[in-house]
């Protein structure tokens, strides 16, 4: 008897191919991020395309990440554990901000001594920080070397779908 080596439910059968399903679904959910839309990954992630709390600006689970950012950054809008963690240390006496860079995004860390004015953010020039698409993940380190004399310094990643 010949198998079809694909994986495809007997013809005329009405079952599906759950493992088949979930692969597609992994897929979806890791490779295609950022291609599909984002009313495609409501869709996949909400079960309805008009969820309630699935607007872009919205945060479903309470993370403090929005869904648009769950979009980009493939984690799960309805799980609060679940989001992009960025991080700041000191080494050397400098800071540093540490995150995962994600393929097919860029970043860009930004910097500000007065957070309530919005217009001051400027991106941190360093070479840590050129602009790049990372074609598979990887920890982002950005060391700031120009923090000479500054008492405090907030920063901000800016998220970048090209
Ligand atoms: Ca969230
Ligand atoms: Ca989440």
């Given at each position: 008897m010949w198998e079809n080596p694909h994986r495809m439910p007997p013809i005329g059968s009405n079952l599906l191919d759950k493992e088949a399903i979930e692969l597609i679904r992994e897929w979806i959910q890791t490779d295609l991020r950022g291609r599909i839309s984002y009313e495609e990954w409501v869709l996949t992630q909400f079960?309805?395309?008009?969820?309630?709390?699935?607007?872009?600006?919205?945060?479903?689970?309470?993370?403090?990440?929005p869904n648009l950012l769950e979009y980009l950054t493939g984690?799960?809008?309805?799980?609060?554990?679940d989001f992009w963690k960025s991080s700041i240390h000191y080494r050397e006496g400098r800071p540093v901000v540490s995150f995962p860079r994600i393929p097919d995004l860029a970043f860009e860390v930004q910097w500000n001594?007065?957070?309530?004015?919005?217009?001051n953010w400027k991106a941190l020039?360093?070479?840590?920080?050129?602009?790049f698409i990372a074609s598979s993940p990887e920890e982002a380190v950005v060391r700031?070397?120009?923090?000479?004399?500054?008492?405090a310094r907030y920063y901000r990643i800016r998220v970048i779908q090209p």
């Open positions: 079960g309805d395309a008009t969820a309630r709390d699935s607007a872009p600006l919205q945060d479903a689970d309470g993370d403090k990440a984690t799960d809008p309805e799980d609060s554990d001594d007065q957070p309530d004015k919005v217009d020039d360093v070479p840590d920080n050129r602009r700031d070397s120009t923090t000479d004399g500054i008492k």
